[in-house]
């Protein structure tokens, strides 16, 4: 990674906590962290998210599925990392200057795990957004499906459900 990439990186992550910083609980409630995979826009509460890299050197794993993209070093601490488009039945995601790691929160448990995403999109505020009701037939870790005034849809998991759900758990073929 190039030295402004890491300069970049850093002071989104430094504007993001200056942010938070000055807002109520209640705005950091209604924000939303947003992401791109797969052509589509998610959205992940932010006491989910854990921490946004740059996508580490990955160990792969043999005899897993083809999402579960290995083992990472970050910090000293192994995480499993998944590739979210993949894990969803998409195209995996491209690598690239854009794609991110999106870490787990500590709220999540003790698994460390991590989705590469094509790339952050920044914050949203669902305040701002209107309310639909998930897919028929989605995951139980999808959540509310929101929608902009410009008509964009915004898909919302709950990355503590998809931390439980058996499917994502059972990373070996």
Known sequence: MTRAARLDLRSFQQELAARLATRTAAQVESSRLSFVCAGTQWLVRL?????VIAVPP???VPLTRDWFLGLANIRGNLYS???FAAFTGAAPVPAGA?????LFASRSG????GLVVERVAGLRNITELA?????PGAPDWY???WSDADGSTWQEIDLVALMRDPSFLQVGT
């Open 110 to 113: 003790d698994l460390n795990a």
């Open 81 to 83: 990392v998944v590739d």
């Open 47 to 51: 006491v989910d998210a854990g921490e």
């Open 131 to 135: 309310g639909h009701a998930p897919p």
């Open 98 to 102: 854009s794609a991110r790691l999106l």
């Open 58 to 60: 990955i160990a792969r």
């Open 143 to 145: 959540g509310q499906r």
